[in-house]
């Protein structure tokens, strides 16, 4: 079990880490950046790649997946929308370098960590399907186990560096886009209007 003092220095090093990649960042930088010696950050982690791995598992530790919220009160709308407020916060520094650095040297170490949050993802998203269909928001003729599949797809598509760096767009905007579809996609007409009664009172995507 990870102890609080150590998920808050992963906190930071991980915002570290998305905003200006991996590489550039020595482990005397990160300890000058967070304010905290060498010696302290060496009592958790062996060596960068260490550091590495502690910060990804951190990762599924803190939401375990994109819809691991799972206090929030309200409709499955609500969980979805408020789910977007905190990717939409968390990635306003996003730099695709992280993903490109990830893969290509901590590739081992990145394959675990999707393969980890591709199955807690899914999990959140099917049981976020059957609760809208449940509540009557949701279309009941959506086939659940394909549309959590293709959503898992089109989240690992948008953090595709290739993709996103040849486009205009940023990650942000493109994630609302695709969001914003998949929300209509799966609602029926009870839930759409749901969800622009929402979008308007939240001032969102």
């Known amino acids: 079990m990870m102890d609080t ?10 915002l570290i880490f998305m905003k ?18 060498k010696k302290t950050l060496y009592n958790y982690v062996d060596n960068k790649t260490d550091l590495v791995q ?17 206090s929030i009160k309200g409709n499955a709308i609500d969980i979805l929308l408020n789910v977007s407020m905190r990717i939409n916060k ?3 520094n996003f730099n695709p370098i992280y993903i490109f650095e990830l893969n290509k040297y901590y590739p081992k170490i990145f394959k ?37 599949i293709l959503y898992i ?22 994630f609302n886009v695709m969001f914003e579809n998949h929300i209509r996609g799966i609602s029926n007409e009870k839930g759409i209007a749901y969800f622009e009664k929402q979008k308007k009172s939240l001032n969102i995507l």
Do not use: W
């Open 153 to 174: 797809r089109k989240i690992e598509d948008i953090h595709n560096t290739e993709f996103i760096e040849s486009r205009k767009f940023s990650f942000k905007e493109i």
């Open 20 to 37: 200006y990649g991996i590489r550039n960042y020595s482990m005397d930088d990160i300890c000058r950046n967070i304010g905290i010696s």
């Open 54 to 70: 502690k910060v990804l598992d951190y990762e599924l530790i803190m939401d375990n997946g994109p819809l691991g919220v799972i």
């Open 90 to 92: 968390e990635f306003e």
């Open 112 to 148: 675990e960590f999707v393969e980890k949050k591709r199955k807690s993802a899914y999990e959140k998203i099917y049981k976020n399907l059957e609760q809208g269909i449940n509540e009557g928001i949701y279309r009941k003729d959506i086939d659940i186990e394909l549309v959590s």
């Open 5 to 14: 003092k150590l998920k808050n220095i992963l906190k930071e090093i991980r």
